[in-house]
């Protein structure tokens, strides 16, 4: 080969090898306890037209792309996502469609039934990532990928809509009603369909949208207890709830649709869930169940409450009911010795509690006891657990990781504590790792009086500043009229009396396992970014360390005044 010929070689395959790295860039994730180098393309997001900026984009994962669930189908297309910390379970609901998705498994659930996902579920850097173009399309999205832009677009179909201006109610005679659907388009299309359990008709009007959405039609008895009305993703939707179909009849004329139901007034439906009767619930720092039906004298044993009821047509088998409070764990309903008599027992998390009846409610607050001075700390993450980064200029070398900003905050606010005679328990105080799972059953096992979790926050931009809060909010545990919400109120204010940092607020941290796992009022504090340049320096500085412990501390102290202990 001559030398021309050579240098023709080696100047394509150059040519070649370059184009294979375009748009690649080297940065690292962290996921299954550690952190791994991902060499792919970091994807731009567009959903509606919009270009987003999520915490963490769009990447392509073992082959496919995945997403952050939160940010792109709760922020971007409106749909309603939900974590569940304890299950590992993320549901995503848009309209009637529900798609419950589990980390780590390919097996989901799609409107009750099993589909299996061409991925699983991970969680990448504390965000939950999910397959784009299969979640998606199951609610109904067009996904595209524009491999010039390296542009994931995810888009709701364009459709003709068909405005429903009107709806009509009229009772034709003493067995039929008549419902008619009044719009601005000629033949509009419609879908019918009768569910049971409970039994109800649906009648969608295709590709409909509310002018406004009518107010629920109710009845005082007969198989038709109430007409409902609801706004869905590509219909308008009407449910006709009956406790029996004795017949119905749909049709369209011009531009309505109209809905006959075969009624029968005379009939008294038999109680099937019990619990629709009864409501448990919770405010203040305080627990409460509500009835409807007749109560009885309550009597208390221990962690148990049991209640009398009487009504008509009570079921007569016995049911269960998990709650969700202060004290409560579940509801149990045992079926009398007729069809008009019945026992609620209410299983609660404790016997910390006083109760009292009041009208037709019991309500439960929490007993003033003579608690000791003590708190769990929490340094999150440690160990191979390294929490967010902040690297140099190069997008290389490591500058600073959360654990280690956490420990040594952790380890200030433990010595001032301590010099106060506070009996302070620390998950970790070393560079070890802890199963974050674990974390709120060994501050349990401590039975401390408190519980503090330490987090430095992180985002994919420099720009979010500022420290938040996360507490178990209305719910979780309670003690002496402290509740996660209020101690996580206590803590900001506290952390920013001494810090002057920018407000983040009080945010919800129910889903998370360290809030919604420990029997002790408990709080999740973030520091500050360390993905922000300024305030990472300041993490950086002993000064700002003392600051942050010292407002730890002045934080418990707040509690425990107003704890009275």
């Known amino acids: 080969m001559n030398m021309k010929k050579w240098l023709i070689v080696m100047m394509t395959l150059c040519m070649l090898l370059c184009s294979l790295t375009v748009g690649a860039e080297k940065v690292q994730f962290f996921y299954d306890g550690a952190y791994h180098d991902y060499e792919g393309n970091l994807f731009k997001l567009k959903v509606n037209g919009n270009l987003l900026t999520p915490a963490i984009p769009p990447i392509v994962f073992s082959d496919y792309s995945v997403?952050?669930?939160?940010?792109?189908?709760?922020?971007?297309?409106?749909?309603?996502?939900?974590?569940?910390?304890t299950k590992q379970k993320v549901t995503v609901t848009m309209g009637e469609t529900e798609l419950e998705m589990y980390i780590n498994k390919t097996k989901a659930t799609l409107n009750g039934k099993t589909v299996t996902m061409p991925i699983a579920p991970k969680i990448i850097n504390d965000y939950t990532m999910i397959p784009a173009r299969f979640v998606g399309e199951e609610l109904g999205m067009k996904v595209e990928f524009d491999t010039t832009t390296d542009t994931i677009s995810i888009t709701e179909e364009e459709r003709e809509i068909v405005t429903v201006s009107k709806v009509l109610y009229e009772q034709e005679s003493e067995t039929d009603v008549l419902l008619t659907i009044m719009t601005d388009t000629k033949n509009p299309e419609y879908d019918a369909f009768l569910l049971k359990e409970?039994?109800?008709?649906?009648?969608?009007?295709?590709?409909?949208?509310?002018?406004?959405?009518?107010?629920?039609?109710?009845?005082?008895?007969?198989?038709?207890?109430?007409?409902?009305?609801?706004?869905?993703?590509?219909?308008?939707?009407?449910?006709?709830?009956?406790?029996?179909?004795?017949?119905?009849?749909?049709?369209?004329?011009?531009?309505?649709?109209?809905?006959?139901?075969?009624?029968?007034?005379?009939?008294?439906?038999?109680?099937?869930?019990?619990?629709?009767?009864?409501?448990?619930?919770?405010?203040?720092?305080?627990?409460?169940?509500?009835?409807?039906?007749?109560?009885?004298?309550?009597?208390?044993?221990?962690?148990?409450?049991?209640?009398?009821?009487?009504?008509?047509?009570?079921?007569?088998?016995?049911?269960?009911?998990?709650?969700?409070?202060?004290?409560?764990?579940?509801?149990?309903?045992?079926?009398?010795?007729?069809?008009?008599?019945?026992?609620?027992?209410?299983e609660l998390k404790n016997t910390d509690f006083e109760m009292y009846v009041q009208g037709n409610e019991v309500r439960m607050k929490s007993i003033h006891k003579a608690l000791p001075r003590s708190v769990t700390l929490d340094a999150?993450?440690?160990?191979?657990?390294?929490?967010?980064?902040?690297?140099?200029?190069?997008?290389?070398?490591?500058?600073?990781?959360?654990?280690?900003?956490?420990?040594?905050?952790?380890?200030?606010?433990?010595?001032?504590?301590?010099?106060?005679?506070?009996?302070?328990?620390?998950?970790?105080?070393?560079?070890?790792?802890?199963?974050?799972?674990?974390?709120?059953?060994?501050?349990?096992?401590?039975?401390?009086?408190?519980?503090?979790?330490?987090?430095?926050?992180?985002?994919?931009?420099?720009?979010?500043?500022?420290?938040?809060?996360?507490?178990?909010?209305?719910?979780?545990?309670?003690s002496n009229g402290m509740t996660s919400e209020r101690l996580s109120e206590i803590?900001?204010?506290?952390?920013?009396?001494?810090?002057?940092?920018?407000?983040?607020?009080?945010?919800?941290?129910?889903?998370?396992?360290?809030?919604?796992?420990?029997?002790?009022?408990?709080?999740?504090?973030?520091?500050?970014?360390i993905s922000n340049p300024e305030e990472c320096a300041k993490l950086m500085t002993e000064e700002y360390r003392q600051k942050l412990a010292q407002a730890i501390y002045n934080g418990v102290i707040a509690a425990f005044e107003e704890m009275e202990i």
């Not at 619990?275 to 962690?303: A, Q």
């Not at 503090?452 to 809060?469: F, K, L, P, Q, Y």
């Not at 506290?494 to 919604?516: M, Q, Y």
């Open 67 to 85: 997403v952050p669930a939160r940010a792109v189908f709760q922020d971007g297309l409106g749909a309603k996502v939900a974590w569940d910390g």
């Open 380 to 478: 999150g993450h440690g160990g191979m657990d390294g929490g967010a980064v902040a690297y140099e200029e190069d997008g290389v070398t490591i500058l600073a990781k959360e654990k280690d900003f956490n420990l040594d905050i952790a380890l200030r606010a433990q010595e001032l504590l301590e010099a106060d005679d506070i009996e302070v328990h620390m998950i970790r105080d070393e560079d070890v790792y802890v199963d974050y799972l674990r974390v709120g059953s060994i501050a349990n096992d401590a039975g401390t009086s408190l519980f503090v979790s330490i987090h430095t926050n992180s985002t994919i931009t420099d720009v979010a500043n500022g420290i938040e809060t996360y507490g178990y909010l209305e719910a979780g545990s309670v």
């Open 198 to 346: 409970p039994t109800r008709l649906v009648v969608d009007v295709l590709d409909g949208v509310y002018t406004k959405i009518p107010e629920v039609i109710l009845f005082a008895s007969g198989n038709l207890q109430k007409i409902r009305f609801g706004q869905q993703p590509t219909t308008a939707r009407v449910a006709f709830d009956l406790t029996e179909d004795l017949g119905y009849e749909v049709w369209s004329r011009g531009k309505n649709i109209y809905i006959s139901i075969t009624i029968d007034p005379t009939l008294n439906p038999p109680i099937t869930d019990v619990f629709k009767e009864v409501t448990y619930g919770y405010e203040g720092g305080r627990d409460y169940i509500k009835f409807k039906l007749d109560m009885g004298k309550p009597v208390r044993k221990g962690s148990k409450i049991m209640i009398p009821i009487s009504g008509e047509n009570l079921p007569d088998e016995p049911a269960e009911k998990n709650v969700t409070g202060f004290f409560g764990k579940k509801m149990l309903y045992t079926p009398g010795e007729d069809e008009t008599s019945g026992t609620i027992t209410v």
């Open 491 to 529: 803590m900001l204010e506290s952390l920013l009396d001494e810090t002057g940092a920018h407000d983040r607020g009080v945010k919800d941290g129910k889903t998370l396992a360290v809030i919604n796992s420990t029997q002790m009022p408990a709080t999740l504090v973030e520091i500050g970014f």
